[in-house]
């Protein structure tokens, strides 16, 4: 099958959710930032994208802020 020169959809659209890993240091949970969630075109599913894969803790995927989703300029 021949690959498609178009981006994929997590390139150029804003990501619905993005995804923390969360460390819990005693009463504190350390939040750090590490990828981002697109869903699928159906709605059925997500693609995750990390760029950093956690060894401990808990990965939370969390709805991105409005401020966030803007365009640049917007």
Same mark, same amino acid.
């Given at each position: 099958?021949?690959?498609?020169?178009?981006? *994929?959809?997590?390139?150029?659209? *804003?990501?619905?959710?993005?995804?923390?890993?969360?460390?819990?240091?005693?009463?504190?949970?350390?939040?750090?930032?590490?990828?981002?969630?697109?869903?699928?075109?159906?709605?059925?599913?997500?693609?995750?994208?990390?760029?950093?894969? *956690?060894?401990?803790?808990?990965?939370?995927?969390?709805?991105?802020?409005?401020?966030?989703?803007?365009?640049?300029?917007?």
């Amino acid at each position: 099958m021949a690959r498609s020169n178009t981006a *994929p959809a997590q390139e150029t659209n *804003p990501p619905d959710f993005l995804a923390w890993h969360v460390a819990n240091k005693g009463d504190k949970g350390f939040w750090t930032r590490i990828g981002a969630a697109w869903f699928h075109r159906d709605r059925k599913g997500l693609s995750l994208q990390l760029e950093v894969v *956690p060894i401990n803790g808990r990965i939370v995927l969390r709805p991105s802020l409005d401020d966030e989703k803007k365009e640049p300029g917007a």
